[in-house]
């Protein structure tokens, strides 16, 4: 059940090259929130800008089982007046929002790929299948050497990572997908994917037909909890209305054969 709430910025840490992550604490969201879930953030009494903006909870509980993180880079108007922010100031917060991952059964090796900023979306699911005894591991694409401190939580959990850069300063040159062939050729894996359309296109005609896929949708939304319809996306099945779905209620996680690309 989601719910309004007054946070307090505990820390609005510099990861990188326009990359952050801020943290709060609040016991209610840190209880109940599920990997895959979301929350929409805004600014007490800001006219500018006026609709509070999605993100994914990265980390919950990494601090102290009530601590909340957020990791974001600044893209906008809303995520640079974010980057300016101190420990002490105040958001809203709303959340847990939206339909969570499910992790995979246990013949199935859980296999992560994200694209740029989309690595917010699965440290959480990362830390949820270590704490069920799992052994995930991370795909991860970016343009080049600025974004690879995104990778910093997976690193401190012990969650292998493979590289590609469309710059080649680490790893594989070129776009993540070129590593999600040889990862699915053995079989027995289930994926779960976050980032950019492109990319979430690609993973899901590379799984089509052989191997589960999960998707985490990035949308624009204006609500976050399905009465301005800002944010839907066609499905593989039904007509007129029946043929969409919101990303905030219906999502943002996924099947892949679900979705129309």
């Known amino acids: 059940m989601p719910f309004d709430s007054l946070i307090q910025i505990e820390e609005n840490r510099r990861l990188g090259e326009g990359a952050f992550v801020v943290s709060f604490r609040s016991p209610t ?20 800008p006026l609709l509070r903006r999605p993100y994914s909870l990265y980390q919950v509980g990494r601090g102290g089982p009530d601590l909340c993180e ?6 906008g108007q809303g995520t640079a007046r974010l980057a300016g922010m101190r420990a002490g100031e105040k958001l809203t917060c709303l959340g ?7 992790l995979p059964p246990r013949d199935r090796a859980p296999l992560l790929v994200a694209g740029g900023i989309g690595i917010a979306g699965l440290m959480h699911l990362g830390n949820a299948l270590l704490e069920a005894g799992r052994e995930p591991r991370l795909l991860y694409g970016c343009r080049g050497r600025e974004d690879l401190e995104l990778t910093e939580g997976f690193h401190h959990a012990n969650i292998p990572v493979d590289y590609a850069t469309e710059d080649g300063s680490r790893g594989l040159h070129g776009r993540v997908t070129a590593l999600l062939e040889p990862a699915l ?15 979430l296109h690609a993973v899901a005609q590379s799984t089509a037909g052989r191997l589960p896929c999960q998707v985490s949708m990035e949308s624009h939304m204006a609500c976050g909890f399905g009465v301005c319809l800002g944010c839907v996306v066609p499905t593989s099945k039904g007509t007129g209305y029946g043929h969409y779905v919101r990303v905030c209620m219906e999502g943002p996680v996924f099947p892949a054969e679900e979705l129309q690309w």
């Open 185 to 199: 050729a053995a079989g027995g894996v289930e994926v779960f994917a976050c980032g950019p359309g492109p990319m």
């Open 70 to 75: 957020v990791q974001y880079k600044i893209v």
């Open 29 to 48: 969201l840190a209880a109940e929130t599920l990997p895959g879930q979301f929350v929409m953030l805004g600014f007490p009494g800001a006219s500018e």
């Open 96 to 102: 847990p929002l939206g339909v969570a991952f499910h």
